[in-house]
Nanobody, 122 residues
Framework: QLQLVESGGGLVQPGGSLRLSCAASGFTLDYYAIGWFRQAPGKEREGVSCISSRTTYYADSVKGRFTISRDNAKNTVYLQMNSLKPEDTAVYFC?????????????????WGQGTQVTVSS
């Protein structure tokens, strides 16, 4: 059964860090791209980052602060988030696509995780 499961969200103070994980099952990560999206209350879903076997991409809003990586042996993608800001507060989702298309658009992603909440607040 194809599944994506996010974990690692939580409450962190401004300037802090979190590492999100996206564990994939039912397919081999090597052949696909994984994207991270976020959605804050009342806002549209925003593409944050994506990674494929050939490339990585970051939205301008997170460039220099977030790092995406993958461990094919564990079939898992990570999103290291540093220097977090209150405006990073959102539910974060990972999703699967055939490749990274930029800018990141949700319509190219076929399977989604359930999301993990990230709250940045003092």
């Amino acid at each position: 059964q194809l599944q994506l499961v996010e974990s690692g969200g939580g409450l962190v103070q401004p300037g802090g860090s979190l590492r999100l994980s996206c564990a994939a099952s039912g397919f081999t990560l090597d052949y696909y791209a994984i994207g991270w999206f976020r959605q804050a209350p009342g806002k549209e879903r925003e593409g944050v980052s994506c990674i494929s076997s050939r490339t990585t991409y970051y939205a301008d809003s997170v460039k220099g602060r977030f790092t995406i990586s993958r461990d094919n042996a564990k079939n898992t993608v990570y999103l290291q988030m540093n220097s977090l800001k209150p405006e990073d507060t959102a539910v974060y989702f990972c999703a699967r696509a055939a490749w990274c298309i930029t800018p990141i658009q949700a319509r190219f992603y076929d399977y989604w995780g359930q999301g993990t909440q990230v709250t940045v607040s003092s």
